[in-house]
């Protein structure tokens, strides 16, 4: 069966330093990978996609994410953060295959940016 | 401006009723999708739907139901069946490729008391 995990609850990080939320998978066959952001009491927003090719993907407000095969990671990074980050950041697999936008989400990592 | 509009935005029912959340979306998508949202769970799918008058179970569709007669619409009612309905509830849509970016409404807030 596919999944995600995110093994952090919460990520702290003071405003200009780096970041990365944390995100491991286990699917059988190829991966399909997905970051989504949520502010508070409104919908998710998406950030980027991984399917196939460069292990960097690049994605909306200067996120960008690394898969790594071998350790089955799509960590979230962003060079320096801002305090407009703070939010909930969602990684998510695709489920199953065929032409679908099923997706099966980690539980979810709360980012908090200090100023 | 083109997306997905969800209402009502906060909803309060008594226990033993049926509610219904409405879910219109102007992007020309085929695909719709429901999303229930509990802390400290992310998103488990409900129901999708990829084509009109067509719609498959999700992970977690027991106590609910959904229609999809028009393209734009995808309706989600929660039965008095559902044992814990008090949940954010999600709508999103896409279109149809195998792996579509989805495009979330704002959500709905419900409540049984």
């Known amino acids: 069966a596919q999944s995600v995990a995110q093994p952090e609850d919460q990520v702290n990080v003071a405003e200009g330093n780096p970041l990365t939320v944390k995100c491991t998978y286990s699917v059988s066959g190829n991966p399909y990978l997905f970051w989504y952001v949520q502010y508070p009491n409104r919908g998710l927003q998406f950030l980027l996609k991984?399917?196939?090719?460069?292990?960097l993907v690049k994605g909306s407000y200067g996120f960008e994410a690394e898969f790594n095969k071998s350790q089955t990671s799509f960590h979230l990074k962003k060079p320096s953060a801002l305090v407009s980050d703070s939010a909930l950041y969602f990684c998510a697999v695709r489920d199953g295959s065929g032409n679908t936008g099923k997706l099966i989400f980690g539980q979810g990592t709360t980012l908090q940016v200090k100023p | 401006d083109g997306g997905i509009t969800q209402s009502p935005k906060y909803l309060f029912r008594k226990e033993g009723q049926n509610v219904t959340l409405s879910c219109e979306q102007n992007?020309?998508?085929?695909?719709m999708y429901w999303y229930r949202q509990d802390p400290g769970q992310g998103l488990r799918l409900i129901y999708y739907?990829?084509?009109?008058?067509?719609?498959q179970k999700g992970d977690i569709a027991e106590g609910y139901s959904v229609s999809r007669e028009k393209k734009e619409s995808f309706p989600l009612t929660v039965t008095s069946a559902q044992k814990n309905p008090t949940a954010f509830y999600l709508c999103?849509?896409?279109?149809?490729?195998?792996?579509?970016?989805?495009?979330f409404g704002e959500g709905s807030r419900l409540t049984v008391l």
């Open positions: 991984y399917i196939t090719g460069d292990n």
């Open positions: 999103a849509s896409s279109i149809v490729e195998s792996t579509p970016r989805l495009f």
């Open positions: 739907s990829q084509i009109v008058n067509d719609f």
């Open positions: 992007l020309n998508h085929d695909a």
